[in-house]
């Protein structure tokens, strides 16, 4: 079985740091697409950011140049740096891939969420 656990999330001021991380852990033979995803309350979930398994991201144009996405493939482990946080990027941030299993066709998996918010 797999599961993605996410972690880093918390409350920040304004123009303040935070960095999440997402752990895949189970029956892992490769991860393909990861993302990083937000939900504020009131409003649909939205992709913030992806990344492919050679490290091709994009970014949602509301994080660009704030938001960094990353991944170490070795540890199966990915992360978003987010700088210069503002009150809109408030939400339950959600970690999600594609993984297959040894024998199984990869499918799309969802971590718990964490929240963040950014207030003064």
């Known amino acids: 079985q797999v599961q993605l656990v996410e972690s880093g999330g918390g409350l920040v001021q304004p123009g303040g740091s935070l960095r999440l991380s997402c752990a895949a852990t189970?029956?892992?033979?490769?991860?393909?697409?990861m993302g990083w995803y937000r939900q504020a309350p009131g409003n649909q979930r939205e992709l913030v950011a992806s990344?492919?398994?050679?490290?091709?991201?994009n970014y949602a144009d509301s994080v660009k140049g704030r938001f960094t996405i990353s991944r170490d493939n070795a540890r199966n482990t990915m992360f978003l740096q987010m700088n210069s946080l503002k009150p809109e990027d408030t939400g339950v941030y959600y970690c999600?891939?594609?993984?297959?299993?040894?024998?199984?066709?990869?499918?799309?998996?969802w971590g718990q969420g964490t929240q963040v918010t950014v207030s003064s």
């Open positions: 999600s891939g594609e993984i297959a299993s040894p024998g199984l066709y990869r499918r799309g998996y």
């Open positions: 189970g029956s892992i033979f490769s991860i393909y697409a």
């Open positions: 990344i492919n398994y050679g490290g091709r991201a």
